[in-house]
């Protein structure tokens, strides 16, 4: 038992991306899958949190069986509804905490933050957190409690981070417009 849970925040209305971006293909899968998978050898669960295209997100992740879909019904909050949604089904010690629009984490990514025993981990590249980060199931009752106008990165500024330098970009780019997308797309290929 690996002891670990993933989380992953895929409610957003791509409002930027000028398309529904869960579901831009990368290789032939879609950006969700593709951050799936980086979880997927290192969780018992994966939450993947829903909100707006709740069906598509189903879609996407059913041929996943350690992943789950929990529908935010708040999602319209912003981000930080998502995460409170999805960490009450946390059950594990630990979890992986990551947008689902971060295509280009990986497996070993992971590994390395799983081999450090600290409270709050963020992968750091350039001297830039990116994702995913670790945390502590310990943490959960805290987030919670904090405020619905608060945010993830408030929330951290209150609490001592173990950074964590990985040697790759792919911690920081996210997809929210098209030209992120095509950006990530020509990173794949060289």
């Not at 070993?108 to 199931?137: A, D, T």
């Not at 609490?159 to 990985?166: A, F, G, H, P, R």
Request: aromatic content about 8%.
């Amino acid at each position: 038992m690996m002891d670990v849970d993933g989380v992953i925040l895929a409610a957003g209305y791509s409002s930027r991306a000028n398309a529904f971006k869960m579901e831009l293909e990368i290789n032939n899968k879609a950006i969700l899958q593709r951050c799936i998978e980086a979880l997927y050898d290192n969780c018992d669960n994966i939450i993947v949190v829903s909100g707006y295209k709740h069906e598509k997100i189903n879609r996407l992740v059913e041929n996943y069986t350690k992943a789950k879909v929990v529908y935010n019904d708040e999602f319209h909050k912003g981000m930080f509804s998502s995460i409170k949604k999805g960490i009450q089904n946390v059950k594990a010690s630990k979890f992986l905490l990551t947008p689902g629009d971060y295509p280009l984490i990986n497996k070993n990514i992971v590994e390395k933050l799983l081999c450090e025993e600290k409270e709050i981990v963020i992968p750091s590249f350039n001297r830039r957190g990116g994702h995913p980060v670790l945390l502590s199931r310990n943490l959960i009752r805290e987030i919670l409690d904090e405020p619905d106008d608060s945010n993830l990165k408030k929330y951290l500024s209150k609490k001592q981070c173990s950074y964590l330098n990985i040697d790759d970009e792919g911690i920081l780019l996210d997809v929210d417009t098209m030209e992120d997308y095509e950006n990530v797309k020509y990173i794949i290929k060289k």
